[in-house]
């Protein structure tokens, strides 16, 4: 690994990129702002220059530079930023020069603002480049908030942004004859920044012209350099300025009415109702000594106000990630964030109480949480003895910045369901190093101690080495996690394994015409398992194409694939009768597009077609069958489509199609043929329409429908099918309103049903469960109205 790094960074000085270092990209600007006697207004810039004694007294910013398309060139269209502050409020003004035709600002709800122009400030508040506070708006004032972590990416992660945290904070934003003004003012209250009289903080200004891919920052930050933060301006000038106290209550309460067929007991589902159900709890927050943040929540509601987004969860041999989504476990989660996933909150299904502590102070990040869980207790029978039991989850966190940019840290982790007399233990320690501008080095060595009805034990380790750069990227990933290695809380989803990924990129950037830039790609990957048996192997390149108008074209001309199966994996795949290891060897060719280039659309489509593996595999087969393993190859077929229109400026339409489709191979149906089956596995179809009509920044209308459907076997073959998955159908509908003042004080109004092709009369069939021919039946349906109101002292 070492010896691939000193060669790809050979390469990369061979090609001619320049490694410069940060301090010679303005990234030591000083930014002085002055106090204010009074707030700026908006009206004050209407002509594009500042108007009256206060917008006169800001501070201007200027010389944006672009990162894309053009690394360092100016801004394509002048750009000014004014800054201000005074007792309670930081104030920014942005002045966009452009022509309002082409300039793209909608009418959308809170934190819907990717398809639109942007400016946005980003705050290192501690100023020691490793995290930041960033306020982002719209042409028309639509807000979009989240925190900056230098040290984390990942597709589990959502990359470096922590978008769970929200803000109180105010911005409006209007077109002009010659562009857009947007004004915001964000209170100190909102921020936690050291104590003292005189402060310093890092600060970052943002543009981005969408229709052109053009994003452009004050002072210079270059793909030259990896990470933000270290290449930020220093804003000077604050004084005399606190967060002060700030405690934060937000009671809740819903009432609701409902209907929903209760499985708790497979042998006997039925339905459970309830005309009118109330329910009330408190969110709570309090700060101390403006550092350290505890927050508290008491019977919390987490009804699907936000849906979750389709994916394909059908023949998946590992667990599919799904993104958490309610706002007490997402706030300040980056302060738990490891190299290895092991605080995946989605685990934590229904907790009845919860605190988290979280603050940074003198170089040390401390996090804290301890909920419980009622999930085991309420997914049983009532005549279960676990009905009502509960677990109980602790996660301790602690880092230490060190050095330029580096950390250390220890994590432990701790779950507990003391009426199963089960526990799951985690403790171990975690790094990260910058190695110059543009290399990384992180790792986490961790062991865990486990009883789920028998005990084990083992250790889990990972290392990662990341290059970011303007041309040659480059990552590698090598894992070891033990056969005893077992995290409850978290998101491992294989062990027993060694393996090694690596992501090689090269981007050239034209300096004219459509395209931002091009270039190859490879993903490559091996698995072992810890007796030396290879497993896993995937060799896949493609190449990468980006334009302007927010254009990708990605086309992969050939993946080649192979996935040793063991007896021990059919049986964890319900498939019994295969005795020696099996190397299945797949390919895949496939192409995927998307682009906004047209003001009013966004256009994706992605397509995939190859051999793979039917990993749902018929449960049960005449006795005398001998299984050879070809029996599981199948041709895999994927597609996805996209279509999100804005016919009228306050209504978005999105709509998803995602389809899988797996046939019988050669050597499948050949062995099936004397069964009379036909070739048809299954097919798998989800379509889902989104509707959002947003009347003002506060009141908007939403509508969901989505189409789920899982085709099994070829019509007919039922005698000795491919898959033991039964036929299902569901249609589901959820229709929101919502008032949203700003984040902690709402109105919801929300009603949702769900049908599915279930037995009328609740009847088992021995294969098919519930599941029927005979149409659909309304499974669950509910109406709720639910208030919540911030109070902030």
């Not at 100016?74 to 920014?92: E, F, H, I, R, S």
């Not at 299945?584 to 060719?589: G, I, L």
């Not at 159908?729 to 109004?749: M, R, S």
Request: glycine share 8%.
């Amino acid at each position: 690994m070492f010896l691939f790094m000193a060669t790809s960074a050979a390469h990369a000085q061979a090609a001619g990129e320049q490694v410069t270092p940060p301090e010679k990209i303005a990234a030591h600007a000083e930014l002085h702002i002055p106090r204010l006697t009074q707030a700026p207004a908006l009206e004050d810039f209407l002509s594009m220059e500042p108007k009256g004694e206060v917008a006169q007294q800001m501070t201007r910013v200027t010389d944006f530079r672009q990162r894309n398309p053009h690394d360092g060139d100016p801004v394509t269209q002048p750009t000014a930023a004014y800054l201000g502050y005074d007792q309670k409020n930081l104030y920014v003004v942005f002045v966009c020069h452009d022509d309002p035709k082409k300039v793209r600002g909608r009418m959308s709800r809170r934190e819907d603002v990717y398809d639109d122009d942007q400016v946005e400030i980003m705050l290192d508040t501690f100023h020691d480049q490793r995290r930041a506070y960033a306020f982002l708006s719209t042409p028309l004032g639509i807000q979009w908030d989240a925190i900056w972590n230098e040290a984390t990416r990942g597709e589990t992660n959502n990359g470096n942004w922590d978008q769970s945290w929200d803000a109180v904070w105010n911005s409006r934003g209007k077109l002009t004859e010659q562009g857009y003004v947007v004004w915001m003012s964000i209170p100190f209250k909102s921020l936690r920044f050291p104590a003292g009289d005189k402060q310093e903080w890092g600060v970052i200004l943002y543009r981005e012209i969408t229709r052109n891919t053009e994003d452009t920052f004050w002072p210079y930050v270059t793909y030259k350099v990896a990470g933000r933060l270290r290449q930020a301006a220093t804003l000077k000038g604050l004084e005399g300025i606190s967060p002060g106290r700030d405690i934060e209550l937000i009671p809740y309460g819903i009432m609701r009415g409902f209907r929903a067929l209760d499985q708790r007991d497979p042998s006997n589902p039925y339905f459970q109702h309830a005309v009118a159900q109330g329910q009330t709890g408190l969110d709570a927050k309090f700060v101390f000594h403006d550092h350290f943040t505890l927050d508290a929540t008491v019977n919390p509601d987490f009804s699907q106000v936000e849906s979750e987004d389709p994916q394909i969860t059908v023949n998946q041999r590992f667990a599919v990630y799904f993104p958490e989504k309610r706002p007490f476990f997402l706030e300040n989660e980056d302060f738990f964030r490891t190299p290895i996933d092991l605080f995946f909150t989605r685990n934590i299904a229904d907790p009845s109480a919860g605190l988290r502590l979280t603050g940074k102070q003198n170089g040390y990040s401390v996090g804290l949480m301890t909920t419980d869980d009622r999930s085991p207790g309420l997914i049983v029978p009532d005549s279960d003895p676990l009905s009502g039991s509960r677990s109980y989850y602790t996660i301790a966190r602690v880092s230490r910045d060190i050095l330029n940019q580096s950390s250390v840290g220890l994590l432990y982790t701790d779950w507990e369901y003391p009426q199963a007399k089960q526990f799951n233990r985690i403790g171990g320690v975690d790094a990260r190093f910058r190695l110059g501008p543009t290399w990384s080095l992180e790792g986490q060595a961790v062991v865990s101690s486990t009883n789920l009805g028998t005990y084990q034990a083992g250790p889990a380790d990972q290392i990662e080495l990341r290059r970011d750069g303007l041309h040659f990227s480059y990552d590698n990933i090598y894992s070891d996690i033990s056969p005893g290695f077992t995290t409850v809380p978290g998101f491992v989803n294989r062990t027993d394994i060694r393996s090694m990924a690596q992501t090689i990129d090269y981007r050239f950037r034209p300096k004219k015409g459509w395209i931002v830039d091009w270039g190859p790609s490879i993903n490559q990957s091996l698995v072992y398992d810890h007796e030396g048996t290879r497993l896993d192997t995937d060799y896949y390149p493609y190449l990468a194409i980006h334009g302007r108008g927010q254009t990708y074209v990605f086309l992969n001309p050939y993946e080649e694939k192979r996935e040793r199966l063991r007896p021990q994996d059919f049986a964890a795949i319900g498939l019994s009768g295969v005795t020696a290891d099996f190397d299945y060897h797949e390919r895949y060719t496939g192409a995927s597009f998307q682009t906004s280039y047209l003001k009013w659309a966004t256009i994706s489509a992605g397509y995939t077609y190859g051999d793979g593996v039917n990993f749902v595999p018929a449960a049960k087969l005449p006795k005398h069958f001998n299984l050879p393993p070809q029996y599981l190859t199948a041709r895999v077929t994927r597609a996805t489509g996209g279509l999100t229109i804005r016919p009228i400026k306050p209504l978005k339409i999105d709509n998803t199609y995602l389809y899988e489709r797996l046939r019988a191979s050669d050597a499948a149906y050949q062995f099936m043929k004397a069964t009379r089956a036909g070739q048809g596995i299954l097919g798998n179809h989800i379509f889902r329409s989104k509707w959002n009509w947003q009347f003002t920044p506060r009141l908007s209308m939403r509508l969901i429908l989505q189409y789920y459907a899982v085709l099994a076997n070829t019509p007919g073959n039922t005698v000795y099918p491919y898959t033991y998955l039964p036929t299902q159908k569901q249609f589901n509908t959820d229709f929101l309103i919502t008032y949203l003042v700003h984040p902690g004080t709402a109105v919801y109004v929300g009603y949702n049903s769900d049908l599915q092709n279930y037995d009328h009369g609740l009847a088992l069939d021995p294969l098919a469960g519930l599941y029927s021919n005979r149409g659909y039946i309304n499974d669950s349906r509910q109406f709720f109205v639910k208030v919540a109101y911030q109070f902030r002292y």
